[in-house]
């Protein structure tokens, strides 16, 4: 190693399934065709089934791999996503049911130290998971999270009916914990009744930073990528 640290950037939503995964893993794949290195973890991942089931094919942690070009095996999904659990609620209630807990404290060490694992020339990618403000413990948030890390940010929003309210409301909870925020990559959602890129205008309008839209079946585009040139 050479002691200087890789580039880190935090993927954090503005709510539950609107789409992190599916920036992450079209960030990934774009950034890879251009030569660079990225590393993309899911550290804490609920409502994943075994590895055995069918189902695990479509799995966020399955979905990250395939970006990177890796095979789904035991080690590499450990390395992907080592805390998962199978109930599809936030980690702190899904570890509860299966009698176990995550503490923060762990959660933080791990990613530093893949982190400091990291070539110098990777950029490491850590997906959070839910909403900013989601429980990952019993005391902590994502916000906790993601401030512990100190890591640049990238909100996902969606597109669907209230997503410009829950993005600016994510956009100013960072804001105001000084947070630094890349820009905002709004993710098209299903059966969303206006185009993915009214909402992106709006949310660009109203935030004043730097927004990219992201439809279902298309490529990264030039403005995501841009603002992770800024990490």
């Known amino acids: 190693m050479s002691g200087v640290p890789a580039r880190g950037v935090f993927i954090a939503g503005a709510g539950t399934e609107i789409g992190k995964t599916y920036v992450t893993a079209a960030l990934t794949r774009r950034l890879r065709r251009e030569g660079r290195r990225v590393l993309a973890l899911k550290p804490l991942a609920s409502g994943v089934p075994p590895l055995s089931d069918p189902d695990f094919a479509v799995s966020d942690t399955a979905l ?3 970006a990177q070009g890796l095979a789904v095996t035991e080690a590499a999904v450990e390395a992907c996503s080592p805390w998962r659990f199978a109930a599809p609620l936030a980690p702190d209630l899904a570890a509860a049911k299966e009698g176990r807990a995550v503490a923060l404290s ?3 060490a791990w990613c530093e130290a893949r982190l400091a694992n990291a070539r110098p020339e990777d950029l490491v990618l850590i997906e959070g998971v839910g909403g900013l403000m989601s429980p990952v413990t019993p005391e902590a948030t994502g916000l906790d999270w993601l401030k512990a890390l100190s890591l640049p940010t ?3 929003s969606g597109s669907y009916l209230g997503a410009i309210s829950h993005a600016l409301t994510a956009v100013e ?3 105001y914990h000084r947070v630094p925020l890349l820009g905002i990559a709004v993710s098209e959602s299903a059966d969303a009744p206006v185009p993915v890129g009214t909402v992106a205008a709006a ?3 109203h935030s004043g930073a730097p927004t990219a839209c992201l439809g279902r079946d298309e490529d990264c585009p030039e403005a995501l990528i841009s603002m992770i040139g800024t990490a």
């Open 64 to 66: 990250l791999l395939e």
């Open 106 to 108: 762990e959660l933080i």
């Open 154 to 156: 990238l909100l996902v």
């Open 173 to 175: 909870t960072l804001r």
């Open 203 to 205: 949310v660009a309008r």
